[in-house]
């Protein structure tokens, strides 16, 4: 009897439907987007209902994603990448603009941010690309890489928009590096990094003067972010007001937090954002350090499980792929929780899974649902 329960058609669809399903990082994505809920419900109410279609929108395309094979996808990455340039191209001469950038079409039902997509495609575009020169990948092949990567992470900054531009080159940097980047490069790039910082904390004060400006290199609005960066007290009612106060709700959380929808900067409506890009000092508030670091745990099982999949990959796509994609994640976590902190500038990156926002939101869950897909590819062969 119990072998012929198990053979009923109802039974045998849902074992099909859930097959491509990892059930450790649909778990950790569950979680998470229950904290989605959970602080979305205290942090704005009103767009909870929205929140919630989109979490739906965001699970649907994972497992959409999970069920194609995982060369299949890759074979896609051309034609994504040709079309995500095209959207910016179109960006450039008929975009809406709001926020100060040019960064969105109107497609009539709604607005598209359409480096959103480079995010997936140039991490997928570049994995493809040393999959075909496997076994010939030398500095003719990184300097063509750089190439595909410079087109559109230049569009984007010219939007203007940092916080992408960033999240798109570092997601091409991470297939670079993982196709065996030379550390003869890496290493002088990080020096040069730690040498600015180090310029900027000696010679700050005068660097940040009124009458100095940094162009070509930053807009004033972005050299503005970097100084309010290194002391926000400078501007308090402008560029420093959204650190000062983040910071004051995640310090006034303590270890246990004030409880739920009792957080007084986000009702007082102290913190500006508070619904987005700075939810998770809504979080640190109400739910104090334990919440926060509850929330960084399950992002940490996120990346294990990432790294995992990359690492038991079968195919060299596959594990620039999930490696690249395992560390978009990080990335994205890295600097909403630093901006937020007050250790990075303020630069528009929400916070993955949990901040208010579909475009977003859907473009992490494909990358997830990639994951997946390398996964299952893998599981298939060895059955």
């Not at 007290?233 to 310090?251: E, K, V």
């Not at 929808?261 to 619904?275: A, I």
């Amino acid at each position: 009897m119990i072998a012929a329960l198990r053979e009923h058609p109802l039974l045998r669809l849902l074992r099909a439907l859930a097959r491509p399903i990892d059930p450790a990082l649909a778990l950790v994505l569950a979680l998470l987007m229950t904290y989605a809920v959970v602080v979305m419900a205290s942090a704005s109410p009103e767009r909870l209902g929205s929140q919630i279609l989109h979490i739906s929108l965001a699970l649907a395309g994972a497992w959409i994603v999970a069920f194609i094979p995982a060369q299949r996808l890759l074979s896609l990455a051309p034609i994504l990448y040709v079309a995500g340039v095209a959207l910016l191209v179109m960006v450039m001469l008929f975009g809406v603009s709001a926020k100060g950038g040019q960064r969105w079409l109107d497609i009539g039902v709604t607005r598209i941010q359409p480096s959103e997509l480079m995010k997936i495609a140039m991490p997928m575009m570049l994995a493809w690309f040393f999959q075909k020169r496997e076994g010939h990948i030398g500095w003719r092949e990184f300097f063509a890489a750089i190439l595909l990567l410079a087109v559109p992470v230049g569009m984007i900054a010219r939007q203007p928009d940092m916080g992408t531009s960033v999240l798109v080159a570092a997601a091409g940097i991470y297939v670079c590096f993982f196709a065996g980047l030379s550390w003869k490069l890496i290493v002088p790039a990080i020096m040069a990094g730690i040498a600015g910082i180090a310029i900027f904390v000696a010679f700050g004060d005068s660097m940040c003067q009124p009458d100095v400006s940094w162009r070509p290199i930053m807009r004033d609005y972005q050299k503005q972010r970097v100084c309010t960066l290194r002391d926000p007290y400078l501007d308090p009612l402008g560029d420093g007001f959204h650190t000062i106060q983040s910071t004051i709700a995640i310090g006034s959380g303590g270890l246990t937090g004030k409880g739920w929808m009792q957080g007084t900067q986000t009702h007082l409506d102290f913190l500006p954002e508070h619904h987005t890009d700075f939810i998770f000092a809504v979080l640190s508030e109400e739910f104090g350090f334990a919440g926060a670091l509850a929330l960084l745990a399950l992002y940490a099982a996120l990346l294990l499980r990432g790294f995992y999949i990359a690492a038991m990959a079968t195919t060299l796509g596959a594990r620039l792929l999930a490696g690249a994609m395992t560390m978009i994640f990080f990335t994205y976590v890295f600097v909403n929780v630093g901006m937020v902190s007050g250790i990075l500038p303020v630069v528009g990156v929400p916070l993955p899974f949990v901040s208010y926002g579909g475009t977003a939101l859907v473009t992490l869950s494909l990358g997830v649902g990639i994951l997946m897909s390398i996964h299952n590819n893998r599981r298939v062969e060895r059955e």
